[in-house]
Structure formats: structure tokens, C-alpha cells
């Protein structure tokens, strides 16, 4: 079973499509997070929720719109695509409490190329 | 300001040998976390250090923490060609009720048979 699953694992769009991003986690975490990861390797938080409550939001267009609609999934949606949104988004997980708190868990990946 | 800067950016090295790859970061922190990425994969955790502790073991890694120097390093001893990958270091954000991590840029590690 995976832990951390996200779909689909590639995207390729046009400029000015919308377009969602499915994660769901089977860890019983409460905490789900989107990162993004641009062509340099370089990872930066963009959205986190615990238990279907929004507690960061790192400054990312309102085009990006996440939903989460039980504590086991973390949806990304956005609208109006453009070129520089182009990047790997992983979701990724971790506990609220106890020891493990800060390591998380993060799914494959999904690749979305906008043309 | 970004948090855990690793250098170096890219080491190729021998299967065998030993890697060292190191972070510095800007702020207090409570820990500090290793992570690994393969080619196309997510990230999977290898070790946390807690900022009261100096050396931490896990197998074949080593990694310390100098809280006064903000900086860690994480050795890969006895390197294998599956140790190819990217890693990176990573710090709680600070002053967020989360628990979200600040990423380095990634030290990408080539180890050759």
C-alpha cells in the first residue's frame, strides 16, 4: 500500500486550463502539505492544513486553490495555468504530535508541463 | 530569507568511498532533517538531529549538528551505487503553527561502479 498517493503522476497542459491534483494519504496523519519543486531542484512549501484547516499559505497566487475535504486528502486545484507553474508538486504528510512530528512523508510527485 | 544551503551542489565519487555533503541554515531551530531523492521519486526521510544532540547514526550515515556554526553535515560511508540520488537538508519553518520545512538547494551525489 502506499503511503502518500497523488494523481495523476503526469500533466501536460495548455496555457489558461484549469487543472487538479488528487493526494491522499492511508497514515492517519492529521497534517497534508503541497509542496513545489521547480526544474533546479529547489522545494518550497506552499500549502499545509491540519485535520481540513488551512494553517499556511506561502504567498501562492489565489489561482491555487487547495481543498481538503476529510483529513486524509489534500486536493490542489488551479486555475488559468501559465508557463512559470510548470514544475514537480509533491503532497506529503506528517503527525501533529510525538516524536515523528517534523518527518514527513511525501507521495511521487506530479509532473505538470504547461504549453 | 531561505533556510539550509547545501554544498556541495553536485559529488561524484567511487563506489567505496565515503561522501560528505553539508547545510547551514539561517535561524534557531529545534532539529534538523536529512532527506533523499531518487531520479523522477518523492522525498523519503533518512535521519532527524535534534539541536541538542551533536552526532547522530543511522547504518551507513553520520550526521552532526554544530548549533553554533548553524551547519550539519551528513557522511555516507562505504558509498553504493543505489546511494545515487539528490539530498537535501531541511529545518522546520519558523514562527508557523505547521510544521512545514524549508528545503536546501539538494546535493546531487553520483556514485560510480
Known amino acids: 500500500d502506499t503511503a502518500v498517493s497523488q494523481t495523476p503522476k503526469y500533466l501536460v497542459t495548455q496555457m489558461g486550463n484549469d487543472k487538479s491534483i488528487k493526494c491522499e494519504q492511508n497514515?492517519?496523519?492529521?497534517?497534508m502539505y503541497w509542496y513545489k519543486q521547480d526544474s533546479k531542484k529547489f522545494l518550497k512549501i506552499m500549502f499545509s492544513?491540519?485535520?481540513?484547516?488551512?494553517?499556511i499559505n506561502e504567498t501562492v497566487p489565489n489561482r491555487f486553490s487547495p481543498k481538503s475535504p476529510d483529513k486524509a486528502h489534500l486536493n490542489l486545484h488551479i486555475n488559468s495555468l501559465e508557463l512559470g507553474d510548470s514544475a514537480v508538486y509533491f503532497c506529503?504528510?506528517?503527525?501533529?504530535?510525538?516524536?515523528?512530528?517534523?518527518?514527513?512523508?511525501f507521495g511521487a510527485g506530479t509532473r505538470l508541463s504547461v504549453l | 530569507s531561505q533556510q539550509g544551503e547545501e554544498d556541495p551542489q553536485a559529488l561524484s565519487i567511487q563506489e567505496g568511498e565515503n561522501a560528505t555533503m553539508n547545510c547551514s541554515y539561517k535561524?534557531?531551530?529545534?532539529?534538523l532533517q536529512w532527506y533523499r531523492q531518487n531520479s523522477g521519486r518523492g522525498l523519503v526521510h533518512l535521519i532527524l538531529?535534534?539541536?541538542?544532540?551533536r552526532e547522530k547514526h543511522s547504518g551507513r550515515l553520520r550526521v552532526t549538528l554544530d548549533t553554533s556554526k548553524k551547519s550539519s553535515s551528513l557522511l555516507i560511508t562505504a558509498s553504493r551505487a543505489a546511494d545515487t540520488a539528490s539530498y537535501f537538508c531541511?529545518?522546520?519553518?519558523?514562527?508557523?503553527?505547521?510544521?512545514?520545512?524549508?528545503f536546501g538547494k539538494g546535493t546531487t551525489l553520483s556514485v560510480s561502479s
Open positions: 535561524t534557531s531551530i529545534n532539529n
Open positions: 538531529i535534534r539541536s541538542n544532540e
Open positions: 492544513y491540519n485535520n481540513k484547516e488551512l494553517i
Open positions: 497514515l492517519g496523519h492529521d497534517t
Open positions: 506529503a504528510s506528517s503527525q501533529v504530535r510525538g516524536v515523528a512530528k517534523n518527518i514527513q512523508y
Open positions: 531541511a529545518t522546520p519553518k519558523p514562527h508557523q503553527a505547521g510544521t512545514a520545512l524549508i
